[in-house]
């Protein structure tokens, strides 16, 4: 199976910029897919990006669309989250997650997740 560490998190002013990184260990080769997930205090956790191993399609949330990439480094098995323009309502615990499963990856339904990491937007 796959261990997710991500790092990066903290806190920003709004208007500011973050870049998160989830490094994968373990049994990284038949990953289909890789995503970050993030959940505010208080409320259900909502996928931000999606991210397709194999070819690099990606999907996004329309509350980051074009604010947040996601991206992949193959070699170094590392998946990022580049966030722009942060808003206060960006604020919340950021995880990283991966999948085996085609048929899961389309329903959001991921098996293997990170720690999270924090991110804070002040107005």
């Known amino acids: 199976q796959v261990q997710l560490v991500e790092s990066g998190g903290g806190s920003v002013q709004a208007g500011g910029s973050l870049r998160l990184s989830c490094a994968a260990f373990?049994?990284?080769?038949?990953?289909?897919?890789m995503g970050w997930f993030r959940q505010a205090l208080g409320k259900e956790r909502e996928g931000v990006a999606t991210?397709?191993?194999?070819?690099?399609?990606?999907d996004y949330a329309d509350s980051v669309k074009g604010r947040f990439t996601i991206s992949q480094d193959s070699a170094e098995n590392t998946l990022f989250l580049e966030m722009k323009s942060l808003k206060p309502e960006d604020t919340a615990m950021y995880y990283c997650?991966?999948?085996?499963?085609?048929?899961?990856?389309?329903?959001?339904?991921?098996?293997?997740w990170g720690q999270g990491t924090q991110v804070t937007v002040s107005s």
């Open positions: 373990g049994y990284t080769y038949s990953v289909v897919c």
């Open positions: 991210i397709y191993t194999n070819g690099g399609v990606t």
């Open positions: 997650a991966a999948e085996y499963t085609p048929r899961r990856c389309g329903r959001n339904e991921y098996n293997y």
